[in-house]
T-cell receptor, first 113, second 112 residues
Framework: KAGVTQTPRYLIKTRGQQVTLSCSPISGHRSVSWYQQTPGQGLQFLFEYFSETQRNKGNFPGRFSGRQFSNSRSEMNVSTLELGDSALYLC????????????FGNGTRLTVT | KQEVTQIPAALSVPEGENLVLNCSFTDSAIYNLQWFRQDPGKGLTSLLLIQSSQREQTSGRLNASLDKSSGRSTLYIAASQPGDSATYLCAVSPRGNEKLTFGTGTRLTIIP
């Protein structure tokens, strides 16, 4: 069974641009979550989608948005990039059953210059 | 607001030793606690999940315990191996897998 796939693996953008990251969950997983990882703040929850609906949202500005498609694939978008958005963005999927573990992808490393 | 702390931030031990990693959280109203490992440049791998009603979980050489009332969890690694070198993170959830709050991690190095 293929794991969680995130594309691209690396991305370099300049301030003010926007970026879209993609995540394909494990087959059969309907819940997809996004996390931002930085050396200073650690891992922080961005948002979680289930059946194309955003169920939870973390404390990030409106420049961060996401969506989920009918095949459970998800994208997140960051507009008007800032230097502080440089981070590893991790996607995780799960069966969305109570106490089913999260499965993470290897992340997209975003660098904003 | 839930806060999760992991001490120490880094730990080096000789191969073969048993070791314990610590995790503490401020709000005991959790649904479950998970332990993950992260290798450099990679995502997280789920190691163990303990439901709030459980006291411990075991998988191979790993044993995780949970004391919800005191806000503490430990991850015990028996007979450590160089392949165990990684950063270990704990995370708590208020409900299922939703909105996990992660600790800052413990970077573990096993010395051959």
């Amino acid at each position: 069974k293929a794991g969680v796939t995130q594309t691209p693996r690396y991305l370099i953008k300049t301030r003010g641009q926007q970026v879209t990251l993609s995540c394909s969950p494990i087959s059969g997983h309907r819940s997809v979550s996004w996390y931002q990882q930085t050396p200073g703040q650690g891992l922080q929850f961005l948002f979680e989608y289930f059946s194309e609906t955003q169920r939870n949202k973390g404390n990030f500005p409106g420049r961060f948005s996401g969506r989920q498609f009918s095949n459970s694939r998800s994208e997140m978008n960051v507009s008007t990039l800032e230097l502080g958005d440089s981070a590893l963005y991790l996607c995780a999927s799960s069966l969305a059953r109570v106490n089913s573990p999260l499965h993470f992808g290897n992340g997209t490393r975003l660098t904003v210059t | 607001k839930q806060e999760v702390t992991q001490i120490p931030a880094a730990l080096s031990v000789p191969e073969g030793e048993n070791l314990v990693l610590n995790c503490s959280f401020t709000d005991s109203a959790i649904y479950n606690l998970q332990w993950f490992r992260q290798d450099p440049g990679k995502g997280l791998t789920s190691l163990l999940l303990i439901q709030s009603s459980q006291r411990e979980q075991t998988s191979g050489r790993l044993n995780a315990s949970l004391d919800k009332s005191s806000g503490r969890s430990t991850l015990y690694i028996a007979a450590s191996q160089p392949g165990d070198s990684a950063t270990y993170l704990c995370a708590v959830s208020p409900r299922g897998n939703e909105k996990l709050t992660f600790g800052t991690g413990t970077r573990l190095t096993i010395i051959p």
